[in-house]
């Protein structure tokens, strides 16, 4: 598993805010809460960046069960197939600047 390189979160309310006005990943609702994925630590959340729109009471469900619990349960084929992809890409990418 390749190591994922630390850095500064990235903070920006406006994406956060564009994503509340978006649908729901899994739901397609629409309000939703920005759901950050992952921690940084105590009490600390994950970058902006990670972020997804998801409804507000499957939030408060991730919150409550945990987000891979949900994330197990919810995400259709298709979303865990373009998650796979985009992490994927990553992959690649990072290999092709570290050459």
Same mark, same amino acid.
């Not at 759901?35 to 469900?61: R, T």
């Given at each position: ?6 850095? @500064?979160? &990235? ?11 978006? @649908?729901? &990943?899994?739901?397609? /609702?629409?309000?939703?809460?920005? =759901?950050? &994925? ?5 009490? *600390?959340?994950?970058?902006? =960046?990670? /972020?997804? @729109? ?14 891979? !619990?949900?994330?197990?349960?919810? /995400?259709?084929? !298709?979303?865990?197939?373009?998650? =796979?992809? *985009?992490? /994927? ?11």
């Amino acid at each position: 598993m390749p190591t994922v390189p630390k850095n @500064p979160p &990235i903070r920006d309310r406006k994406y956060l805010d564009s994503l509340r006005d978006g @649908p729901c &990943i899994f739901t397609g /609702a629409r309000n939703c809460d920005p =759901a950050h &994925i992952g921690q940084m630590g105590m009490g *600390a959340k994950s970058s902006d =960046a990670e /972020a997804l @729109p998801v409804s507000h009471d499957l939030h408060v469900e991730m919150h409550q069960r945990g987000e891979m !619990t949900v994330l197990r349960e919810r /995400a259709s084929d !298709t979303l865990l197939r373009e998650m =796979a992809r *985009a992490y /994927a890409r990553e992959l690649y990418h990072r290999w092709k600047d570290g050459r």
